[in-house]
């Protein structure tokens, strides 16, 4: 059973950098061919892609957040990281990490998502 678990801050300040990792167990994310997103919902509204890393290391972004979103992954520890920059209030949501899987073009594992409020 493979289990996904957000961390990071609760709060972080505009203009600030929001950092959040997904911890990964029950399954490596070096094995082909999942990729390993990032999405959000921010309050009242659908979900939106953010961007993901592949099994290979391959990262693609969202074309409306590519100039300030950043993802990497540490396989030593089975995680992956997302870094958004310059963020503002419209950033404000839940974030959640999943693992896509190209069998049915959607996702088969989710974290529970973690809220991340942008404010001063």
């Known amino acids: 059973q493979v289990q996904l678990q957000e961390s990071g801050p609760g709060l972080v300040k505009p203009s600030q950098t929001l950092s959040l990792t997904c911890i990964v167990s029950?399954?490596?994310?070096?094995?082909?061919?999942?990729?390993w997103t990032w999405i959000r919902q921010p309050p009242g509204k659908g979900l939106e892609w953010i961007g993901y890393i592949s099994y290979r290391g391959d990262v693609y972004y969202s074309s409306s957040l590519k100039s300030r979103s950043s993802i990497s992954r540490d396989t030593s520890k089975n995680q992956f990281t997302l870094q958004l920059s310059s963020v503002t209030p419209e950033d404000t949501a839940v974030y959640y990490c999943?693992?896509?899987?190209?069998?049915?073009?959607?996702?088969?594992?989710w974290g529970q998502g973690t809220q991340v409020t942008v404010s001063s």
């Open positions: 029950g399954g490596s994310i070096t094995t082909s061919d999942y990729y």
């Open positions: 999943a693992r896509g899987t190209p069998a049915t073009a959607g996702y088969d594992y």
